[in-house]
């Protein structure tokens, strides 16, 4: 559940500074307000290089999958056969596991 957030500090900082943490905050795909709550309270922002793409992966994924049950549910298809979306969902797994594997060291 979302916390009502009522008080306000204000911050002054130089163009650089707030670009800093503008871009660092892009990197980590927050807005700027969140990542620096996230910074200043000592919780570890985590960038996940390469999620981008996995992320894409699984919303065609997604998609694909979506589209065959509207086709099963009409009727225009008896039989589905997922080889090709399951190769790509192992692949997906594999490659979060790497990223995984990477924080940790």
Do not use: F
Request: hydrophobic residues 40%; positive net charge; aromatic residues 4%.
């Amino acid at each position: 559940m979302k916390q009502k957030k009522e008080v306000r500090i204000t911050l002054r900082l130089t163009q650089e500074q707030y670009d800093s943490i503008a871009a660092k905050a892009e990197t980590a795909q927050m807005p700027v307000g969140a990542y620096v709550r996230a910074a200043a309270l000592r919780h570890k922002v985590v960038v996940v290089e390469g999620l981008e793409e996995i992320t894409h992966e699984l919303k065609g994924v997604g998609r694909n999958i979506n589209q065959l049950v509207v086709l099963c549910n009409m009727g225009r298809i008896k039989e589905v056969h997922l080889d090709d979306a399951w190769q790509t969902l192992s692949q997906v797994y594999l490659k979060l596991r790497e990223l995984a594997e990477q924080e940790r060291t």
